[in-house]
């Protein structure tokens, strides 16, 4: 709390204008993150998430979606990152300083890069494990049935090993992994990686109604950008660790440059040719 | 065939004995990737401090074993804080040689408070024979083969049904998902070397029962190489089988072959192990995620 009032106090001394991030649920101010000592990843980013919203965040491959992501959920010690200069505040409160397992507590999930479900673990003790940081075995039960509500097909397979699932299910048991543990906001990096559209159509579809119906606030990092854009109500778009343009999902969704560099649509709306997209193949992998 | 039989107990009950001195050494490994040159001088101290608890303090072997169980968990905990954890993310040779040092400091501090002498440990658990198939064997070896299997199975369970268990399940298969999860990686790793100690302790003390308290005992524990690496180094199903099947091989080599070769054929057992398939029978070929 009192960081809170800190923080509304400089930025009133410094800019009369509202700040936007007052009051949300999340929000990272002028977030600096090196790796190992050296690489300089994060420069500076600034993003806020309301409590409710859905928020996008796009960017190119190595832009520092997944750097951000990690900064967050207090993961970049596992990975010789530190967060060097900014700060991160989570219901007025100051976060950047915990440990993974004092974010989660907290009511903050993420669900990583990749699905990374354990393996060697069934369906049923990959989500108690997601359940590690709450107590009280009689919830599970009915925590459970919820995840197997919103996904169906985990259901069928409780005690299969998560190493045999295919990708879309995987994808499933990540995400219950992570809504077992009950989070107030829930980060998602990249849950369309390597499914099928149809898969991918449903993922997003859920997200959406984890959002509607629970009340789940929502930051996703997606290289599709179309459906990220459907989904959310607001994004970001990074480049080179540092937010370079941010507003309403419906309206950048119109901004040309968005439409150019990430929808690969022309002046006319209408789609390009693979020839004419292919200039961007290097930077975009989402074309 | 009377041999036979009384080799087969003779083989399991020890093999029993090392699975379980090995259940501790692959929970450490499959936890933390820690190789744990210690876990014989665990196994030591454990019949050592069950002895002075009986013998010397004139406890019930009840207390003692409880007693011991304590002083085996604060030993593991104590290990892992001071000593591993300074450790993490130095090269896996720093730690090797870290255990190694470990085990010879554990060794010479027990030599140091309780002397050379051989012991006998006290009879908790009645030395009579039964007869099996027609072969008398010792009362204490079906003791010791009925505790261990009671041991594995609530190991187990702990693995399978407790919150705990399945965390460190979950870190041993990922640890950095386990951690976006909230599990906390060093407290999985403080009861990994705390399971270690009390899976030691359970081994030594029947081990002391069969053979008497002495160094010996740590002898016998660096059959858990040969146990671990035929049955896989991070595989809990790969102990208790490379245990059994160590112990067997050494009981039949020392039945029917003798001379010796019994104190070798685990190695040499090793060595071809490691020639032909390096990963054990159960271990997981390690496929790195980049
Ligand atoms: N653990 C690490 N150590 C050193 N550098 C890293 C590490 N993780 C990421 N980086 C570097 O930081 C930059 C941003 O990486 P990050 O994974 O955050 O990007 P991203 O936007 O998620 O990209 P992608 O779309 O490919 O997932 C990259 O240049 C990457 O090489
Ligand atoms: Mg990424």
């Known amino acids: 709390m009192a960081g809170e009032d800190e923080r509304g106090a400089g930025s009133a001394a410094a800019a009369p204008a509202p700040d936007p991030a007052a009051g949300a649920l999340l929000a990272l101010n002028n977030v600096e993150v090196i790796y190992d000592e050296v690489i300089l990843v994060l420069r500076g980013l600034s993003l806020h998430v309301g409590e409710g919203e859905v928020v996008a965040l796009l960017g190119s491959n190595g832009a520092g979606k997944s750097t951000t992501l990690k900064a967050i959920s207090g993961l970049l010690p596992s990975e010789n990152g530190e967060i060097t200069d900014g700060e991160i505040a989570y219901a007025g409160r100051r976060i950047d300083h915990l440990d993974a397992a004092g974010i989660v507590r907290l009511g903050i999930c993420q669900v990583m890069e990749g699905r990374r479900v354990f393996e060697h673990l069934t369906v049923e003790e990959n989500l108690r494990a997601g359940a590690y940081t709450r107590r009280g075995d009689g919830l599970l039960a009915d925590d459970l049935e919820l995840v197997f509500g919103y996904f169906p097909p985990l259901a069928g397979r409780r005690r299969a090993d998560a190493g045999y699932l295919s990708g879309g299910e995987q994808q499933m048991l990540a995400m219950g992994r992570a809504l077992i543990a009950r989070p107030k906001l829930l980060m998602l990096d990249e849950p369309s990686l390597g499914l099928a559209p149809k898969l991918v159509a449903e993922i997003f579809g859920i997200i959406r109604r984890l959002n509607e119906e629970l009340g789940t606030t929502i930051l996703v990092v997606e290289q599709n950008a179309r459906l990220a854009l459907e989904i959310a109500d607001r994004a970001y778009v990074m480049e080179n660790g540092r937010i370079v343009l941010d507003g309403p999902a419906a309206e950048l969704a119109q901004n040309p440059d968005v439409q150019e560099f990430y929808l690969g649509l022309t002046e006319t709306g209408e789609r390009k040719s693979y020839r004419d997209v292919k200039h961007y193949k290097r930077r975009k992998r989402w074309l | ?290």
């Open chain 2, 1 to 290: 065939m009377a041999t036979f039989v009384q080799l087969t107990v003779t083989g399991l009950s020890n093999g029993a004995i090392l699975a379980l001195a090995a259940l501790g050494f692959v929970l450490i490994y499959k936890s933390s990737s820690v190789i744990n040159f210690a876990q014989g001088q665990f196994l030591l101290i454990g019949a050592y401090v069950v002895w002075a608890l009986t013998v010397e303090a004139k406890l019930h072997w009840a207390v003692a074993v409880l007693g011991a169980v304590l002083v085996a968990i604060a030993l593991g905990i104590v290990v892992e804080r001071l000593i591993l954890r300074p450790l993490v993310g130095q090269p896996i040779i720093s730690v090797i040689m870290v255990t190694i040092g470990l085990s010879q400091v554990l060794g010479a501090l027990v030599l140091i408070i309780w002397g050379t002498t051989p012991r006998a440990f006290p009879e908790f658990i009645p030395s009579s024979s039964v007869d099996l198939l027609g072969a008398q064997v010792g009362a204490s070896r079906l003791w010791a083969l009925g505790l261990v299997a009671v041991a594995l199975v609530a190991f187990a369970l702990f693995f399978t049904r407790s919150r705990h268990g399945i965390a460190m399940r979950a870190v041993a298969d990922d640890q950095q998902a386990a951690l976006a999860m909230g599990i906390s990686v060093r407290r999985v790793f403080a009861l990994a070397w705390a399971l270690a100690g009390v899976s030691a302790v359970v081994g030594g003390v029947l081990l002391a029962n069969l053979v008497g308290v002495s160094g010996e005992i740590s002898g016998f524990g660096l059959l858990v190489f040969p146990v671990v690496i035929l049955g896989g180094l991070d595989s809990v199903l790969g102990a208790v089988v490379g245990g059994a099947l160590i112990g067997l091989l050494t009981a039949y080599t020392g039945g029917y072959v003798g001379g010796g070769l019994e104190t070798v054929i685990p190695y040499v057992a090793l060595v071809l192990i490691l020639l032909v398939k390096p990963y054990g029978l159960f271990g997981q070929v390690r496929i790195e995620r980049v």
